[in-house]
Nanobody, 111 residues
Framework: QAQVMESGGDVVQAGGSLRLSCAAS????????VAWHRQAPGKEREWVAY???????NYIDSVNGRFTVSRDNAKNMAYLEMNSLKPEDTGVYYC?????WGRGTQVTVSS
């Protein structure tokens, strides 16, 4: 059974930074797109960023220029570097690979 697991969530002040990690197992990782999503309290889950197998990336407008998604195929890992965090970035962050979701990691940005 394929597994995806996020880590790195924390409580941080506005303007701070966090690095989230996504670990995959039993997935042919290098050929798959890795997508990060988030769900804020009381809101629907939304797509945040993704990185394709060819390392091209895309971001929603609200995080463009502040977040960077990357991957390490040798380690079956993906990362979401988040800078200049804002309170509206608060939520549970999920990683999705090949249709498999992790359980999420909580990011809280205090004002």
């Amino acid at each position: 059974q394929a597994q995806v697991m996020e880590s790195g969530g924390d409580v941080v002040q506005a303007g701070g930074s966090l690095r989230l990690s996504c670990a995959a197992s039993k997935i042919i990782f290098s050929t798959k797109t890795v997508a990060w999503h988030r769900q804020a309290p009381g809101k629907e889950r939304e797509w945040v960023a993704y990185i394709n197998s060819d390392r091209t990336t895309n971001y929603i407008d609200s995080v463009n220029g502040r977040f960077t998604v990357s991957r390490d195929n040798a380690k079956n890992m993906a990362y979401l570097e988040m800078n200049s965090l804002k309170p509206e970035d608060t939520g549970v962050y999920y990683c999705k690979i090949a249709g498999f979701w992790g359980r999420g990691t909580q990011v809280t940005v205090s004002s």
